[in-house]
Nanobody, 125 residues
């Protein structure tokens, strides 16, 4: 059974930093792409960042150098380091894993077959 568990969300002030973690079990981050998405109330789920099995990364346009995605293959965990947080970053953040081993990195949510339950990030002004 594949499980993705996100942790690290919370309430922070504008300009603060947070690191989200996504612990994966039953599926390898070493051989599959992992991504972070976010969804704010009333908005569609948006691609935040992704990392391929070889460490290639992609980011959403709104990230603008503020976020960094990485992974620890030994711990089977992906991370999203978020700096200079803004109120508009407030959302539920989801971790997702692609189920095509050695596959490419996608921006589309439909390309990811495994999802976590999400973690709330709230940035106050």
């Amino acid at each position: 059974q594949v499980q993705l568990v996100e942790t690290g969300g919370g309430l922070v002030q504008t300009g603060a930093s947070l690191t989200l973690s996504c612990a994966v079990s039953g599926h390898s981050v070493n051989g599959n792409a992992v991504a972070w998405f976010r969804q704010a109330p009333g908005k569609e789920r948006a691609f935040v960042a992704g990392i391929s099995y070889i460490g290639q990364t992609l980011y959403g346009d709104f990230v603008k150098g503020r976020f960094t995605i990485n992974k620890d293959n030994a711990k089977n965990t992906a991370y999203l380091q978020m700096n200079s947080l803004k109120p508009e970053d407030t959302a539920v953040y989801y971790c997702a894993a692609n189920n095509n081993i050695w596959g490419p990195l996608y921006r589309g949510a439909t390309e990811y077959g495994y999802w976590g339950q999400g973690t709330q990030v709230t940035v106050s002004s």
